[in-house]
């Protein structure tokens, strides 16, 4: 069983910034993909960044490209997500899966075992 608690939600003004953490505990494995997602009310659940293990596989929904930055410390199995340049339209409850066992960086939401309860962004115009 993995338990994700994440944090560093909150409210910020459009253009700002954020920097969300997902902490994990219990049975991570050896290796485990983990990313980020969000859902917006009345929306569907939608990829925000994914990272591989190691690091070297990465991926961003074209929105947070050039503006979030995904990292990990696995030493702390901690995972965070840099969200600079907010916009309103990406307040949402901003989700950390998991899914041990896994060396590479999957993008679907279905590819995840294990969710955070999820912290909330709201980016006020």
């Known amino acids: 069983q993995v338990q994700l608690v994440e944090s560093g939600g909150g409210l910020v003004q459009a253009g700002g910034s954020l920097r969300l953490s997902c902490a994990a505990s219990?049975?991570?494995?050896?290796?485990?993909?983990a990313g980020w997602f969000r859902q917006a009310p009345g929306k569907e659940r939608e990829i925000v960044a994914v990272m591989s293990w190691s690091g070297h596989s990465v991926y961003y929904a074209d929105s947070a490209k050039g503006r979030f930055t995904i990292s990990r410390d696995n030493a702390k199995n901690t995972v965070y997500l840099q969200m600079n340049t907010l916009k309103p339209e990406e307040t949402a409850l901003y989700l950390c899966a998991v899914r041990p066992f896994n060396s590479g960086a999957p993008t679907s939401a279905d590819d995840y075992r294990y969710w955070g309860q999820g912290t909330q962004v709201t980016v006020s115009s």
């Open positions: 219990g049975r991570t494995g050896s290796t485990a993909a």
